[in-house]
């Protein structure tokens, strides 16, 4: 066989994966389009939906009109097109991920579809667990916290000045802005929380270990410290917040990959492989350095 015919050969599995890969694309993005144009139909609930923790404070300080503003003319059909962007990704999530699974499980042998499919199951239910504790704990706190710059009286005619002649702060936010802070907040929770999934994936691959990152904790600490400063509002309550829940997060991921290494040392001692007294290339490397001068040994 010549060598253009090894090159034809090698080919055609490569053209058969990107034709797989193609039709699995295609799939998605269509699943991505059928719920973006269903979410779009809808926005104005999803919209009420969103704005409900911002009322929420709002109607706590006695203010009962939470209405936002359209600052530009195309900025209401803008505020539509993100949510359906969002909305689209959320309803068609299920089905790319399923679309992924069909392109990757063909590759991998039975052990490793075991070990694969918890983690595609995971991730995304980690990720609304994240976007809901956002929601529902974080974004409350943190309007509520903002809420907190207005200065309230009764207003002249003018609507600026009020009795006492101090100027007036009232809240009137713009309606792309506060979907802007909202997805902000909901998205940065939601990767937060993939943490525990993506180390424990690395502490099955072998990348990382218990011992290791137990031993980084103190770097650990100060990349989580960087990041919530990064991704959050400039208010301390949401900054406490989300280093206080990554570096749990990264506390069980410790947990969790310890959990992983005891499950591979138990396999490894049921099939022979691991020596509980000794390790013998740990043992092998102390013989090498007994052999040597003592100042070489240093």
Known sequence: MSAS?????????????LAELRTRLIHSVIAFIIGMII???????IFNFLTAPLCSAMAERGQQDCGLILIKLQEGFFVAISISLLGGLVLGFPYISYQLWRFVAPGLYKNEKGAFLPFLISSPL??????????????PLAFDFF???QQSG?????????DSGIAAI???GSAQEYLSLTIKFIVAFGL???LPVLLTLMGKAGLVSSEGLGNVRKYAVVGILVLAALVTPPDVITQVILFVVVYGLYELSIFLVRRVEAKREEKLRAEGYYDDEEDPLLAEFEDDAGDLP???RR
Do not use: K, R
């Open 126 to 139: 980690m990720f609304f667990l994240g976007a809901a504790f956002a929601f529902y704990v974080v974004t």
């Open 154 to 162: 009764s207003l002249t005619g003018d609507g600026e000045i009020n």
């Open 5 to 17: 015919d090894d090159i034809d050969d090698s080919a055609a599995p490569l053209i058969e994966h």
């Open 147 to 149: 809420l907190g710059f």
């Open 39 to 45: 979410c779009f139909t809808v926005w104005n609930p």
């Open 294 to 296: 003592e100042d070489e």
């Open 192 to 194: 937060c929380f993939q």
């Open 170 to 172: 009232a809240f009137q």
